[in-house]
């Protein structure tokens, strides 16, 4: 599988990682990690419409800025971010709590095919053949934290391991950032607790840049080319908040047959993007 291993004395070594209290003593390497400045964004397993929405835009915004991505190959949160970043045609890293020949969660093996095949690096501080284990995912945090300027939580309720990772952040003196959401949402409790102890608030991408005092080339978006009066219709509707089918169905006044024929022709032609439960926003 041309796994890499670099020990802490090499070159290629991430060299914010090499800092950190207790740095791993080498990590397997599968594709090749980026020398960009990386920020790292986690969050729950079980996002929100809103999460996966916030998240997706936050981590687009980011990789077509120059960043390259960390997160854990998670489902939810993670796996926004990592696909968000090879949507960019970015990069991106996956810390993994396993061998890195293990594809795991086996539900993210696409997206793990991706980054392997150019778009940056799946990495582990155990060896080949280590099956996931519980212990592994804590430990591995540290990684993700260490290896990043910044770390930012998207989505985690209380008890989530994203708050594990924000603590190891803290630790390494590194800026902790946090989207805040609804007060009554389970899911936001974690970064609203975060800004509360002193996390900084972000909105989107240009907050990021705006806290860390760099000057990136921001992201240029792009308004996707409509084919039909059915699709500019959709568009337009999109352009303001991700909707749900039923929602599209409501606010056009077109039938389902209809919708879900418009639909599929622009997902398949890359204009939007469904982010989970029939919920749909612009690519």
Known sequence: MNIQYIDKSSKSYPSLLGEISSPPKGLYVLGKIPDLPMIAIV???LPTDYGRVVTYKLAKGLAQAGFCLVSGLALGIDSIVHQAAIDAKGYTVAV??????EVYPRANRQIY??????????ISEYPPQTRPFKSYFPARNRIIAGMSIALIVTEADSKSGSLISANFALQQNKQVMAVPGNINSPKSVGPNNLIKLGANLIGDYSDVLALLDLQLPAAKK??????SKEEANLIELLEAQAL???QLIEKTGLEA????????????TGKI????????MLN
């Open 43 to 45: 969050g729950t397993r």
């Open 244 to 246: 749900s089918t039923e």
């Open 113 to 122: 095919a991706d980054i392997i095949g150019g778009r940056g690096a799946v």
């Open 273 to 280: 993007r469904n982010i989970g439960s029939g919920v749909w």
């Open 96 to 101: 993994l709590g396993c061998g890195v020949d």
């Open 222 to 227: 792009v308004k996707p080319k409509a084919d």
């Open 257 to 268: 047959a209809q919708i879900a024929s418009v639909i599929s022709l622009m997902e398949i």
